[in-house]
């Protein structure tokens, strides 16, 4: 059974800092694309950041490019988002995603194969 399992949520300032940490576990992610989604209150879920199997091409939304950084590590089949800055706008449940096509480029939506269960991100004003 494949599990994604997030980490790392929680409730912080305007203008600081979260990392989060996805555990996968049941199956190796080393040669696929992972990413990062989030979901607002009454809106629709959307790409965040996407990271290629080997870690050589990284993708971001345009609000957070500059804020957020994602990394991999194939030997611990984690992967992680540092988000810098953070802004209310930010606010929303955060899903790690895992792809299915070997090798592919950036994980996008219809991409997607694997979701984790979400952790809340809040970032008060």
């Known amino acids: 059974q494949v599990q994604l399992v997030e980490s790392g949520g929680g409730l912080v300032q305007a203008g600081g800092s979260l990392r989060l940490s996805c555990a996968a576990s049941?199956?190796?992610?080393?040669?696929?694309?992972m990413s990062w989604f989030r979901q607002a209150p009454v809106k629709g879920r959307e790409f965040v950041a996407g990271i290629t199997w080997n870690g050589g091409g990284k993708s971001y939304t345009d609000s957070v490019k500059g804020r957020f950084t994602i990394s991999r590590d194939n030997g611990k089949n984690t992967v992680s988002l540092q988000m810098n800055s953070l802004k209310p706008e930010d606010t929303a449940v955060y899903y790690c995603?895992?792809?299915?096509?070997?090798?592919?480029?950036?994980?996008?939506?219809?991409?997607?194969?694997?979701w984790g269960q979400g952790t809340q991100v809040t970032v008060s004003s």
């Open positions: 049941g199956r190796s992610f080393s040669n696929y694309g």
């Open positions: 995603a895992g792809g299915v096509r070997y090798r592919e480029s950036i994980v996008r939506r219809d991409d997607v194969g694997y």
